[in-house]
Each structure stands twice: as C-alpha cells, then as structure tokens.
C-alpha cells in the first residue's frame, strides 16, 4: 500500500514535469497550428543551457530558469520570423517536415557541441527529500513539480486573461480581423512561438534537475508532449496540465506493475484510445 | 404528380440549436420547387439532410418512396440524388473535366468504370451548361460564374434523378443568371427534378413551379409562386417589413 | 504514355537491371538498400501522395512483412513466396482492422495515430514466442546479392505501375477525390471509407514486401529493427521530396536522397545528418510540391519558381 502510495507520487511529480515540457507545444500548435516535431530537441537545448549555466557559471538551476527561458524565446522568434512564417499558409503537412529537418538539424549541433555524454545537474540539494507521511519527496523533483504548476497556471492566465493572450488567442482564429485591428501577426505569431520555446527551455532546465540529458533525448520527448497535448486536448493550459499527470501516474503504475519497457507501449496506447474515442482530449473542445 | 422526394416531418438539432423544425413538403417528379428564406432559415442545412451530409434528429426522409434517413451520402448519390454546393468544393488539383468525371465515374448506380467513357460523359455535361471550352482548365483557376457552373456539370454527371441546387445564382450578373435559369429548365426537360435554394427572388419566381419558404427553421408557406410571395408572413419573414 | 517516355523507361530499367553486371557488391547493396526504399516511398504514395492521408505509420507494414517471412521461414519451414504472401497477408489483416477506426481521424490525428500505432508495435512483437521476442530470427541465409537486387528492382517497377494505373482509373480517381476534397466526394458517390481502407491495404502490401525481401537479406531480424520507426519518416521524406501524388516522384525522391546521404557520409561522417536536415528545411520552403515538379516548372519559370513558392505559403 506505501509502495502504491509512493509510485503515485511519484507519477504525479514526474506529470507536473511533463505537463510543462507539453505546454509549449500543445500552445504552438493550438494556436499557431504548428506541429513542432522538433519540440523535444528545444527542451534538449534548454536543459544543456541550464547545465553550462549551472557547471561554468555556478548559478542554481532554478533560479536560472528565466535566462534559459528568455535565451530561447529569443530562438523561437528569430525561427519564427525568419523561417517558420515563410511556410505558415503551406499544407499543414510541411510543418511537420520543416520541424523534422530542424529536429535533425539541432540533434547534429547538440551532438557535434556537446558530445554524447551523459550529463546531469546535481545541485547540492538535489539529494534531501521529505517524508511526508508514508512517502517521500525527492527536493529536486519536487521543486521541478513546484515551478511546473507555477507555469502552467502562469500559462493559464496569460492566455486567457491578459491582453497579449486575447491578442494571440484572436490572430490564431481569425487573421483577417486581427489585421484589420491593428495587430501585426508576424509579430505576434513570433512571439507565440518565443513563448512555446521559452517553456520548452525552462521544461529542459527542470527536467536536467531530475533525469539525464544527452543529443538525443528530444525525439522521445517529442513523442511523450504529443502525448500529453492529445490526451489533455490543445485548448486548454489546464488540459494539458492533466494529461502529464495522467501520463506520469501511468507511466509510474505500469513500470512498477509490468515492466519499464512497457511505459511506452503504455503511453502510446493511451494515445491511440483516446484518438479512436475522444480525439479533442479529456478536457479539449472539438479540434 | 408522384412525389419523388418525401420529407415528413424533419427536425434537426444542433446542440442546443434547432436549425430544421417539423418541415414537411414534397417534390414532384419534373417540378421545379423553388426554397427561399432568410439567411440562418435552415435551408442549406435542409439540402445537407437530403443528400445525406447530415443525418436528421427526427422524422422521415423518402426517395420514390423508400426511407433514406440513414443511408450515408454516397449511396443516395448512387440512388440518383444530385447537389451542389453554395461555398463551391471543386476538386483544386484537378483539370475541370476531370472534376465533372469523378461525377460520371461514381454517380448514380454506381457509375461508369471506364475513364475515358467518364471523360466523354464529362465534356458533355460541361457542353450543356456552356462549359465546354474550359474543360482543359484547373478547377482553381475558373472565376465565381464558371465555378457555379462546374457544380452544376459535376452533379449533372451523375445522371441525377433529383438535383439540389444550392445558392447556384448567388454573384451572378443579370445575364448569367438567365443563363443559369435556362439551364436549369434544359435540366427538368431532361427528366430531372429540381430543387433550387435562392436568394434571387424575380429568378426563383419565373423559374418555379412552386415555393417553399422556410423561416427559423420551419416552413411557412408551400404554393404557387404567386400566392408565396403576397402572403404576409412572408413578406414580413424575409423583408422585415410591410409592403403595399 | 507516349512511345518516347515508354522507351526511356524501359532503358532506365534495363540500365538499372544490368547494375549487378558492371557495378561493384558495394552498389549492388547500395542498390538494394535505395530500391527497397524507394518501394516503401511508392507505397506511401498510395495513401499519402493520392488519398491525402499521411501515414506516419507505414513501418508497422513493412515490419509485419519481415516477420511474415521470418516466421514463416524459420517456424515452419516454408518456402520464401509462402512466406511473403503470408507478410503481405498479415498487413492487409492490419490495414482492415485498424485502418477502419484510424481512418476515421483527419490530417495530423491521422499521422499521430499511426506513429503512436507503430510504437506500440515493436513493444508488442517483443513478446510474442513466435516471433522470437526481444532476440528475433535468424533465418536461413541465401547468400545472393544480386538476386536480392532484382526481385527488389522488380518490385519497384510493379509497385510504380501500380501507381501508374491509378492515375488512370476509378479506384483511383476515387483517392484522389477523396484528398481533394473528401466530403464532395461522398457526395458524388464514392465510397469513401472502402476507398481508403483499399489504399491502406495496397500501401500496405508493397511495405510488407518490401520489408520481407529485406529480412531474408539481412538474414537477422530483431523487433527494433524491422519496426524501425525512423523509416517512416525516411520514406515520407523521400516521397516528398520527389514529389508526392506523382508517378516517379518517389522514386526520384528516394534515389537523389539515398545518393546525397551516401555522398556526404563518406565525405564528412557527421555533418551528413546535419546536412540532410538543412536539405529538408530548404526543400519545404522553396521545392514544397517535391524535385518533380520544380523540373517541370523550372524551364518556365526558372529562378522565380522558389520566390512563387513562398510568396504563395508566406504569412
């Protein structure tokens, strides 16, 4: 029963975590109906930023967070901008192929810049941990849980509740009017974009707090956001949010109860389900 | 008359939205049956419900006498039920005699396996509603009137029993919509039974034989043309106010 | 097809059928490797390029086939055809069943489904006895390059004649309805749900044989392997590249990129994969309808074709 207690806890710490890695992309491609497959390669960036940030710098990789954050919505927007905007009236279909060359791109440079080492960001900290009752709280993975709720409803209401957001929110439903207010959309769809990197950058700081990183790790992180956005339903920040905690409570129950190769299977059958059954997601309106 | 098309008591419901209420009326074979109605009347959604797009809440859907309410749209397209589209859908990739081809290949009772047979069925519909040069065309690159014209090729190719003309004189200038007119006569002299939607009431009036008219959903009116149009519920309904 | 075009074709092939004769063993498996993928393209072809529905999950088909083989082979002693008609029998049983819910989804739901469907996959044969679990099959090794060679060319030629054939009859006429436009097809009469199952099944059928000529190939298949999701994103770019929804486009797609990727990694090991990437980034920006179709419209528009080609996709 503690053991049941534990892993449950433990799935809900590690959702709070993937629910912030899925936070950008499930805002790109609800908004700006960009399907970024190369999501998990940024969050791979972020969390090599935190590491050189940590390591050469020495500065605490929470409290680092927001320049690793800025630094990459300075990314976004240039990509945006500069590359993403000259296809965003093209098939859908070429969003996906862009952002795969990009993903394949960033995997070589990480590769070529980083070697493929394994790294991790170990702050002195990193090893305490509550007892909370029956289970324990690892202090890392804990404030990795804190910040990612923060975010998320950070993410929540800035969307739907400041001017910017409303701004963003209208440009993606109805261009023609929002250029006939004012709004610039090239500018606005770039920092949309800045923003969707800036969580998948401080998602990477967080998640070296907790796990291993190296070049290649993007891919399946990729494939566990999609996930999450499907699973949660792309409208909603809140959505998402339950999706990672339905997706790391999962994951924690099936590696505990059948086997660490079948986290996956786990996860992407889900997927499947829920595409067969109730594509807008658990908490989505109708795509 | 026999009536060819049956609609008995129709509802259909849109989450909380009641776009059709309790329609009945019937199509003759070889009548010309015009629709009109405000924008919102739930006209085109009827069209939908007909040719199968959509299924209905309630009530009963009858073609040459059989109930069709849940066949999907493709077999009521075997069975001979034609219509066009008021947001025009061509095929973009496609040459416009191809367009009207699909139409030839898989319209009623199943259509014609052979391409080439289906290409000549195509340039002759498009000859008939004076189409033919543009044939070699994209479907992209046809303005408005040459577009509402491809639908009415590409349904005709179907060899259609009954035809569901959607808003197909909407944009039109003076002399295309007599043009339009003449075609949809041609049409009925064929064999075909017609049911246009319409907007353009002085064209929808010569050309019909009857008139429905449809308000919030529901019908108000069913007569002669004449009669429709100085009813005052409809003159109310569709012009917001008295006229002498 | 005009007697010029049908000429030069057939010279293509032969010249591409001789290449056992004049070319060394490292072409001839070069060869196979390109031919191989080049079916795989074509047959994504059929439910991508001409139905308008991009599978991300065409490995599952191809690992189906190798396994078909692999068992078929190795389990019960049966001869390679039994065993390729079995592959192919085993992705058509999947394409049936799991294509009708799958089918149902639109644009990237359907891409993300399938991909999801071929990870599922690998975890799932990992555990079937038959199938040798997380060890795999070893089969009965037929040491042949050059046979393999030929039954792959064969099976691109049948495989983009078959293609062929669809641009010139209803079934596919029907498909391409269907991507242009799928609810004004069911409108005028097509089928639209028995139309894509069929091009789901006969995508299927030509990466089941794909993969099972590759299995008695290679000789040894493992799950990881013959379900390797990183082709699927291989043989999609390489149909895209060439120009999907066209007859040779895969073909070209997958013979330029195998070129180029072979050409950059016995140059400069690492910087291949980055360039590949930069190819593909470009490639969608300027060439988005594929290398076929910028042959055909460079000789009109020359240099304007790529400035055309954003303009039109440009926020």
Redesign the interface.
């Known amino acids: 029963m503690n053991l049941l207690a534990q892993i449950l806890v433990n799935g809900i710490l590690l959702g709070g975590l993937y629910a912030v890695m899925a936070q950008g992309l499930a805002l790109v491609w609800g908004v700006l109906n960009i399907v970024n497959l190369a999501h998990g390669a940024f969050i791979m960036l972020g969390a090599y930023a935190s590491w050189y940030l940590y390591t050469d710098l020495g500065v605490d990789p929470f409290l680092g967070l927001p320049v690793t954050a800025a630094a990459l919505f300075v990314l976004g927007y240039a990509l945006q901008r500069g590359l993403l905007n000259l296809i965003v009236r093209a098939p859908m279909f070429n969003t996906l192929l862009i952002t795969f060359g990009l993903e394949v791109v960033l995997t070589y440079l990480a590769q070529l810049a980083f070697s493929a080492d394994f790294r991790a960001i170990n702050p002195p900290y990193a090893g305490n941990s509550y007892a909370l009752g029956p289970v324990t709280l690892p202090m890392a993975r804990l404030a990795a849980f804190g910040v990612a709720l923060a975010l998320t409803l950070g993410m929540w209401l800035f969307l739907l509740h400041s001017r910017l957001g409303r701004a963003i929110r209208a440009t993606a439903q109805n261009l023609v009017a929002a250029r006939l207010y004012g709004v610039e959309p090239r500018h606005l769809y770039a920092v949309t974009f800045g923003l969707g990197l800036a969580l998948a950058g401080a998602a990477g700081g967080l998640y070296g707090t907790v796990s291993q990183i190296n070049p290649y790790i993007g891919a399946t992180l990729t494939a566990k956001c999609f996930a999450i956005s499907i699973i949660g339903g792309l409208d909603n920040p809140l959505g998402v949010m339950v999706g990672g905690l339905f997706l790391g409570i999962i994951e924690s129950l099936t590696t505990l109860y059948v086997g660490p190769t079948f986290a996956d299977v786990a996860s992407f059958g889900i997927l499947v389900l829920v595409l067969f059954l109730r594509p807008s997601g658990l908490l989505g309106r109708a795509a | 008359m026999t009536a060819i098309l049956e609609i008995r008591n129709v509802t259909r419901r849109f989450a909380g939205l009641v776009a059709v209420n309790q329609v009945s009326f019937t199509l003759g074979e070889g009548e010309i049956l015009g629709l009109i109605g405000p924008n919102g009347a739930g006209k085109t959604t009827l069209v939908s419900l007909i040719?199968?797009?959509l299924e209905p809440t309630h009530g009963e859907i009858l073609y040459q006498g059989r109930p069709i309410g849940n066949l999907?749209?493709?077999r009521r397209?075997?069975l001979g039920i034609?219509?066009t589209?008021q947001i025009m859908?061509?095929?973009?990739?496609?040459s416009v005699l191809?367009n009207v081809?699909?139409?030839a290949?898989?319209?009623?009772g199943?259509?014609?396996?052979?391409?080439a047979k289906?290409r000549e069925q195509a340039r002759a519909c498009l000859d008939f509603v004076g189409l033919g040069r543009a044939a070699g065309q994209r479907a992209e690159e046809l303005g408005g009137p040459g577009r509402k014209r491809l639908e009415l090729a590409?349904a005709l190719a179907?060899q259609p029993r009954i035809l569901l003309c959607d808003e197909v004189m909407a944009g039109l200038n003076l002399v295309e919509i007599d043009e339009v007119i003449e075609v949809i006569r041609k049409l009925r002299a064929a064999g075909i039974s017609v049911l246009v939607i319409e907007h353009v009431i002085k064209a929808i009036k010569s050309l019909s034989d009857r008139l429905l008219v449809l308000h919030h959903g529901e019908k108000i009116a069913d007569g002669a043309p004449d009669e429709v149009l100085a009813d005052a519920e409809v003159v109310q309904a569709y012009l917001g106010r008295q006229r002498a | 097809m005009k007697a010029g075009r049908a000429i030069l074709a057939l010279a293509a092939v032969a010249a591409l059928a001789g290449v056992p004769w004049y070319g060394s063993d490292v072409l001839v498996q070069f060869g196979i490797n390109t031919l191989l993928l080049a079916v795989l393209a074509q047959g994504w072809n059929v439910i991508g390029g001409y139905t308008g529905y991009a599978s991300f999950g065409n490995s599952v088909f191809y690992g189906l086939g190798s396994y078909g083989v692999a068992i078929a082979m190795v389990q019960w002693e049966l001869p390679f055809a039994v065993g390729l008609a079995f592959g192919v029998a085993l992705a058509v049983a999947f394409a049936l069943l799991l294509g009708l819910p799958v089918l149902r989804l639109r644009g990237h739901y359907f891409a993300i489904a399938t991909l999801a469907l071929a990870q599922v996959m690998t975890a799932i044969v990992s555990n079937i006895a038959l199938a040798g679990q997380n060890i795999g099959l070893v089969l009965p090794p037929l040491n042949n390059d050059p046979l393999f060679y030929e039954l792959s060319l064969g099976l691109l030629v049948l495989a983009t004649l078959t293609v062929a054939w669809l641009t010139r009859s209803k079934f596919g006429f029907g498909l391409i309805a269907i991507r242009e436009n799928e609810e004004g097809a069911a409108v005028m009469g097509v089928n639209t749900t028995l139309y894509k199952v069929a091009a789901f099944a006969l995508s299927g059928a030509f990466s089941a044989l794909a993969g099972g000529i590759h299995a008695y190939w290679i000789t040894f298949l493992d799950p990881e392997s013959a379900f390797d999701i990183g082709l699927n994103v291989k043989m999609i770019i390489m149909a895209v590249f060439g120009g999907a929804g066209t007859i040779l486009g895969p073909v070209v797609g997958a013979f330029s990129l195998s070129a180029i990727s072979e050409l950059l990694s016995s140059e400069v090991t690492s910087a291949a994969g980055l360039f590949f990437g930069a190819v593909i980034v470009a490639a969608v920006v300027l060439m988005p309808r594929g290398l076929t179709d910028l042959l055909r419209r460079y000789r009109k528009s020359g240099w304007r074709y790529f400035i055309e080609n954003i303009r039109a996709h440009k926020l």
Not at chain 2, 89 to 94: A, I
Not at chain 2, 110 to 115: I, K, N, S, V, Y
């Open positions: 040719s199968g797009t999907p749209a493709y397209a075997r034609g219509r589209f859908r061509p095929f973009p990739g496609l191809d081809a699909v139409g290949l898989f319209g009623r199943g259509g014609q396996p052979d391409l289906a590409k179907m």
